[in-house]
């Protein structure tokens, strides 16, 4: 998003328009040193219920994201990986690794439609469970899902909101979409980067088009650039 970035920066200059800074910090730069047993840490939430959103069978993508940052969040990732293992019976961290596996298992089930949960009731550790959702629902949404975005991304348009506020659900539009492209390009790193620098480019064009007619004469500011903004 570098170009569309650019472009918008040359736009709120020209408006007196400012850019909030530090709307794209990473909060996830800070960390701590703090290591935690995954299997002896206990959660310390009431609550089962981890996400408003709920898997309807149609928006696994969404669903996913969603409840893995919570996981993720309280330590418990390696429950859904199976990085965490099982201890023996005999083992005195047994007990606790049943407790925090159901738990994961509670969190999936209560963040699903009844009709699809009941499906899931029975596996025995929340692994299993995930690895059957993946196969289930991973690949049926995508095509149908892409389309949806991209129809999204033609239509949308400036309107009443502001440049900033503009940019911002295009954005949202791009990352969404982002979450589909899997392509695994190995040690090809030039062909990366000249697929990304084109990308940028295509998304700076989709920004323009959108653009309120009053800014015609800063859109052509901006195409008339030399450089193009990159």
């Keep these: 998003l570098d170009a569309v970035k650019s472009a918008l920066i040359l736009i709120s200059s ?30 310390d939430s009431p609550s ?7 898997l309807d069978g149609k928006n696994f993508l969404r669903w996913s994201q969603a409840v893995l940052m919570v996981i993720r969040g309280k330590g418990k990732m390696g429950y859904i990986t199976g990085e965490t293992k099982k201890p023996n019976p005999d083992d005195p961290m047994y007990q606790i690794w049943e407790s925090n ?14 009709n699809i949960s009941r499906t899931y009731l029975f596996f025995n550790t929340a692994k299993a469970m ?14 149908s899902q892409i389309f ?7 239509n949308h348009r400036q309107g009443n909101l502001d440049v900033t506020g503009y940019y911002t ?16 390009w190995g040690e090809d790193i030039e062909n990366h980067k000249k697929f990304k620098q084109h990308l940028d480019k295509e998304r700076l064009y989709d920004f323009l088009v959108g ?17 193009f903004p990159s």
């Design 14 to 43: 020209l408006l007196f328009d400012p850019i909030m800074e530090g709307k794209d910090d990473d909060p996830s730069s800070s960390s701590s040193s703090k290591t935690v047993n995954p299997i002896s840490a206990y959660d």
């Design 169 to 184: 659900a295009l954005k949202l539009l791009w990352q969404e979409l982002d979450l589909f492209y899997e392509a695994d």
């Design 48 to 54: 089962l219920q981890i996400t408003n959103h709920k």
């Design 211 to 227: 653009l309120n007619r009053d800014l015609d004469e800063v859109r052509g500011r901006i195409l008339g650039r030399n450089p």
């Design 101 to 114: 596996n159901s738990i994961v298992m509670a969190w999936l089930i209560n963040s699903m439609e009844i």
């Design 130 to 143: 995930w690895d059957a959702f993946q196969e289930n629902y991973s690949d049926l949404e995508n095509a």
């Design 148 to 154: 949806e975005i991209k129809i999204k991304l033609k």
